[in-house]
């Protein structure tokens, strides 16, 4: 009896120590619809991210302050129609403005850091974006979001670049992003060195009718101890040509 009661001690202390985190990542085609050349459509973005209802929200090809998308902060307006904290990094300048990736949350972001991603080959400037974020119980854990080069040459360094950035990290590392590759390709197998992904429930998510690439992803970084509670692909064909990605993952 006296196992019995410390097992179930046991038991109680694993389940109320564990923290749940909903993850979202979204290209968004700088808020415009495909079905709708020059359209923005900035709401409908927030709707798919509330209807989500995710704790953390990496967003890819973001406009701040460019004349395609009304010279809007895009940045800042998806965290007000979202109710969120952010974080913008610049990728590149684009006219008078920039055009990048942002990371949103419900959660207190402690820090913020900025990379310039490597690039061996000439091509457009990436950046990785990492935030350090407390949860509700007091656990801190990074999330990073990017959007990776569409050469191959340039993946590789980058993805080697921000393996040793898991690597040097103090927390656990969530890395979503457009990462511009498949599963099987080199970059993603780099990756996989140092952080998890799911191989089970992972489905395509470009482009966002007939969908047929799986280039969107959410990883962990390992050695961190975790569990999938759900990983799906979003239905929201409408207002970008990426189909959101979701997932909830359950930290031990």
Excluded: C
Aim: hydrophobic share 40%; aromatic share 8%.
């Amino acid at each position: 009896m006296r196992y019995f009661v410390s097992f179930l001690l046991l038991l109680v202390n694993f389940v109320l120590s564990a923290q749940t985190v909903k993850i979202l990542t979204y290209n968004i085609h700088h808020g415009n619809p495909p079905s709708k050349p020059g359209f923005i459509d900035l709401e409908a973005i927030a709707a798919v991210i509330n209807e989500a209802d995710a704790d953390i929200i990496g967003v890819q090809e973001v406009d701040v302050n460019v004349s395609r998308s009304g010279n809007v902060d895009q940045a800042k307006r998806l965290a007000e129609l979202t109710d969120t904290d952010y974080f913008f990094s610049k990728g590149i300048d684009l006219e008078k403005g920039e055009y990048g990736v942002l990371i949103l949350t419900k959660h207190k972001i402690l820090s913020k850091r900025r990379y310039d991603l490597p690039m061996p080959v000439k091509s457009e400037n990436r950046s990785l974006a990492i935030v350090d974020i407390q949860l509700a119980d007091g656990k801190v854990l990074s999330f990073a979001n990017t959007h990776l080069d569409l050469k191959e040459e340039n993946r590789k360094a980058q993805t080697e670049y921000i393996n040793q950035l898991a690597v040097d990290g103090k927390h656990p590392l969530i890395l979503v992003g457009d990462l511009n590759a498949s599963p099987g390709s080199e970059a993603i197998r780099i990756l996989e060195q140092q952080f998890s992904r799911n191989k089970e429930d992972n489905k395509p998510t470009f482009p966002n009718v007939g969908a047929k690439a799986e280039i969107d992803y959410i990883l962990i970084s390992n050695p961190t101890k975790f569990r999938w509670k759900s990983y799906s692909v979003i239905d929201a064909s409408y207002p970008s040509d990426h189909l959101p990605l979701l997932a909830e993952i359950e930290l031990k």
